[in-house]
């Protein structure tokens, strides 16, 4: 199926309280997810008592072609994988985040896949069936988070006049020009309530461009958005790299922005895996997150971002110049605009600033912008789905089993209060107050 949004057949059917998805998962996963049931420490307490092996040596995971989706290429070339008892991972390439989707739902048993390098709000829209085949709810957990930030939004040649940047309010003119001539304007993102949608439609909004009005917003597969900017499909797009840096180097657009400088260090991809998978392999489990977790490490280091950048443009992988993925690997921003930043602070991170640990409050964040945009409906009960999803609990663990130092690891499932660029405050205790002082948004 395609990635259009897929609108609930009720809202009870993404309505989904604590003893619906419960009720769900024991059906979906037979004994195995009897687990599920209980308690986060109780169910490590349980898994700790019986062997250390894994209870499978094989998992498929998916991918798409972006820099970050680097720790699983990383855990696959260096042995990762294997170190941990996990011999038999297979890491697959996706065409598309649709791709992804429907490979998830259908599962490893019926040659699907059991995870994925994966876009922070699908596993939720997965778990809800907000966005699979009849809403059909397919449990997922989140065991951790892959990267910080490393997005950016690009801005078709045609505009480079304006030199955007976190301020798009002169689009707006130039967007109302184009429409009032005849033309179309597209804005592409690449799922429907995906990361890059939402980061896109927070941009524009802020400079009061609604992206429901006055732009259309289209899904493109990261790989083809360069292809499509040049001949003229979009004016502009959000994707990982290295599709940005592309953009500029075969001088067809240029980069306005990298996403940490809307939300610093702002969450992105995510290890998402199939509950049942979860559930029934649980030492599996811990050994494939110490796997990537000692890959984020070693793709945060410094000194290995070249090593990683060539890993990265292998054909195996992302399929791309090294040249194109090099230098933002390393930190580097060229703009295309006469702007550069050497080791910016706004690079992606693996590692550093707790970039690997799934808190709860970020998963809060996406939910609600999912409601902001009517991916979700307005009384959809975010608390009750994280409680499930969001397995925090294994990261620490996996943690403590890798001896990871103390001031590396989280007290709190929160980050506290996040301030964006343009003031804008989500305090994780108050959603709806955050809900409430947006402008634009598609809620009556």
């Given at each position: 199926m395609d990635d259009k949004p897929i609108k609930p057949t009720?809202?009870?059917?993404?309505?989904?309280?604590?003893?619906?998805?419960?009720?769900?998962?024991?059906?979906?996963?037979?004994?195995?997810?009897?687990?599920?049931?209980?308690?986060?420490?109780?169910?490590?307490?349980?898994?700790?008592?019986?062997?250390?092996?894994?209870?499978?040596?094989?998992?498929?995971?998916g991918f798409i072609a972006l820099t970050d989706a680097a720790p699983l290429f990383v855990a696959d070339e260096k042995g990762f994988f294997a170190k941990h008892g996990m011999t038999g991972v297979e890491v697959l390439k996706q065409s598309s985040w649709g791709t992804t989707r429907d490979n998830l739902v259908?599962?490893?048993?019926?040659?699907?896949?059991?995870?994925?390098?994966?876009?922070?709000p699908m596993p939720y829209l997965i778990a809800s069936g907000a966005m699979t085949p009849n809403n059909v709810p397919v449990p997922m957990v989140i065991l951790a988070r892959l990267n910080l930030g490393g997005q950016c939004i690009s801005v078709g040649q045609e505009y480079i006049d304006l030199k955007l940047g976190v301020d798009s309010t002169p689009f707006k003119a130039a967007l109302a020009a184009k429409k009032a001539s005849g033309k179309q304007v597209n804005a592409a993102m690449t799922f429907p309530g995906g990361t890059h949608d939402l980061w896109i439609r927070y941009w524009l909004a802020a400079g009061g461009i609604d992206p429901n009005r006055d732009i259309s917003t289209i899904v493109v597969p990261p790989a083809q958005m360069v292809a499509n900017m040049k001949v003229g499909s979009m004016d502009t797009f959000c994707v990982c790299e290295p599709w940005n840096e592309q953009l500029i180097n075969q001088k067809i657009g240029y980069t306005a922005l990298t996403t940490s400088e809307l939300w610093h260090n702002h969450?992105?991809?995510?290890?998402?895996?199939?509950?049942?998978?979860?559930?029934?392999?649980?030492?599996?489990?811990?050994?494939?997150?110490?796997?990537?977790?000692?890959?984020?490490?070693?793709?945060?280091?410094?000194?290995?971002r070249e090593e990683v950048a060539r890993i990265c443009a292998k054909r195996r992988w992302i399929n791309a110049p090294f040249n194109?993925?090099?230098?933002?690997?390393?930190?580097?921003?060229?703009?295309?605009?006469?702007?550069?930043?050497?080791?910016?602070p706004h690079q992606m991170r693996y590692w550093n600033d707790f970039a690997s640990y799934p808190f709860k409050s970020?998963?809060?964040?996406?939910?609600?912008?999912?409601?902001?945009?009517?991916?979700?409906?307005?009384?959809?009960?975010?608390?009750?789905?994280?409680?499930?999803?969001?397995?925090?609990?294994?990261?620490?663990?996996?943690?403590?089993?890798?001896?990871?130092?103390?001031e590396q690891i989280p007290t709190s499932?929160?980050?506290g209060v996040e301030t964006f660029f343009d003031g804008t405050v989500f305090d994780p205790e108050n959603p709806q107050a955050y809900l409430d002082s947006l402008a634009i948004k598609a809620l009556a």
């Open positions: 009720s809202q009870a059917s993404v309505n989904l309280k604590r003893r619906d998805f419960l009720k769900y998962s024991i059906a979906a996963v037979g004994g195995a997810a009897l687990l599920g049931g209980m308690a986060p420490g109780l169910r490590s307490a349980a898994w700790a008592a019986g062997s250390d092996a894994p209870e499978t040596t094989r998992a498929k995971l259908l599962g490893s048993a019926r040659n699907g896949i059991d995870g994925a390098h994966i876009l922070t969450p992105e991809k995510a290890l998402g895996m199939r509950a049942d998978w979860v559930e029934a392999n649980p030492n599996a489990t811990r050994a494939l997150l110490k796997a990537v977790m000692e890959a984020q490490m070693y793709c945060e280091d410094p000194a290995n194109d993925v090099v230098e933002r690997m390393k930190g580097n921003f060229n703009y295309g605009t006469g702007r550069v930043v050497e080791n910016s970020h998963d809060l964040w996406f939910l609600t912008e999912d409601i902001r945009w009517g991916y979700l409906p307005a009384d959809f009960d975010s608390h009750a789905l994280i409680e499930q999803v969001n397995r925090e609990d294994l990261w620490r663990a996996a943690a403590a089993d890798l001896g990871v130092p103390a499932t929160s980050r």
